[in-house]
T-cell receptor, first 111, second 116 residues
């Protein structure tokens, strides 16, 4: 069945880089997404990558996609305490169907 | 800015009560979704709707129903609330357009429901 896997927790020090990993199952997914959920809030789209790309950079965020291994990662450079949140990976296996979310990775940043 | 508004931030109900969770979006989005979020389980899709009066079951529809009488409003109904329905409920909407990220979801802030 379809499943998106993520590790549940990551703890880093302020100023370090954070890398959150995700594996997905459906190679036909057109887009892959990263959503961020801050405490007490709903999810917000952080970034996305089209399936024909290997990498996408957006300021402190770098998304890497390995289609062969169905592996997606999100790197946050110079992690700040404000980056503490839950990060969800999501795929859309078929256009027009609902996204499939991973269970979320809780990122804890200590000063 | 797109706004998805959920009517209550916190709700406490008793077992057996009928519960209505309301969600309104102001961007004329065709698609609307209800998820529940539980620690260690992530987001699970309950129901979604691609148009007015249209609904589709998600992964965990048992014990829930929905209503979409108007495009901007999507209601989640717990016919007879049970303790295992204590959860955070998140509503989301998206456009059905052919834009680059037509599956981009906009989420409400959530309703934390406690069933006692």
């Amino acid at each position: 069945g379809e499943d998106v896997e993520q590790s549940l927790f990551l703890s880093v020090r302020e100023g370090d880089s954070s890398v959150i990993n995700c594996t997905y199952t459906d190679s036909s997914s057109t887009y892959l997404y990263w959503y961020k959920q801050e405490p007490g809030a709903g999810l917000q789209l952080l970034t996305y990558i089209f399936s024909n790309m290997d990498m996408k950079q957006d300021q402190r965020l770098t998304v890497l996609l390995n289609k062969k291994d169905k592996h997606l990662s999100l790197r946050i450079a110079d992690t700040q305490t404000g980056d503490s949140a839950i990060y969800f990976c999501a795929e859309n296996p078929q256009a027009g169907t609902a996204l499939i979310f991973g269970k979320g990775t809780t990122l804890s940043v200590s000063s | 800015d797109v706004k998805v508004t959920q009517s209550s931030r916190y709700l406490v109900k008793r077992t057996g009560e009928k519960v209505f969770l309301e969600c309104v979006q102001d961007m004329d989005h065709e698609n609307m979704f209800w998820y529940r979020q539980d620690p260690g389980l992530g987001l699970r899709l309950i129901y979604f709707s691609y148009d007015v009066k249209m609904k589709e079951k998600g992964d965990i529809p048992e014990g829930y129903s929905v209503s979409r009488e108007k495009k901007e409003r999507f209601s989640l109904i717990l016919e007879s609330a049970s303790t295992n329905q204590t959860s955070m409920y998140l509503c989301a909407s998206s456009s059905a357009g052919t834009g680059l990220i037509n599956e981009k979801l906009f989420f409400g802030s959530g309703t934390q429901l406690s069933v006692l």
